[in-house]
């Protein structure tokens, strides 16, 4: 059984830093799996954040550029989003989704939310 696990969000004051971790289990060891950082910040439409899925960081929003950053962990089928220098305007819930090549298949899941609000 497939599961998405996303940990890591918080609370924090403007210019802080917080991690958040997106762990997937239950994937065949045949499978390549990717993911991606979503966000749904109040009253907005959901927006990509990061991630290598499609492995073009020009996609990337300006809003986060040079303050978030993606380190993968293959082997743990982990992706963490490091958020420095956080503004009120990154408070959202987060999620995380992966894509699962497996074979000629791909598989897509999603994780729970997890809520950031950074204060002013």
């Known amino acids: 059984q497939v599961q998405v696990v996303l940990s890591g969000g918080g609370s924090v004051q403007a ?56 380190t993968q962990d293959k082997a743990k089928n982990t992706l963490y989003l490091q958020m420095s220098s956080l503004k009120p305007e990154d408070t959202a819930t987060y999620y995380c989704k992966t894509a699962a090549r497996c074979g000629g298949q791909v598989h897509a899941h999603w994780s729970q939310g997890t809520q950031v609000t950074v204060s002013s």
Do not use: H, W
Not at 37 to 56: A, M
Not at 63 to 68: A, D, E, M, T, W
């Open 15 to 70: 210019g802080g830093s917080l991690r958040l971790s997106c762990a997937a289990t239950g994937y065949s060891s045949a499978c390549n799996v990717e993911m991606d950082y979503y966000r749904v910040p109040p009253g907005k439409q959901r927006e990509f954040v990061s991630g290598t899925i499609s492995g073009d960081s020009t996609n990337i929003p300006d809003s986060v550029k040079g303050r978030f950053t993606i």
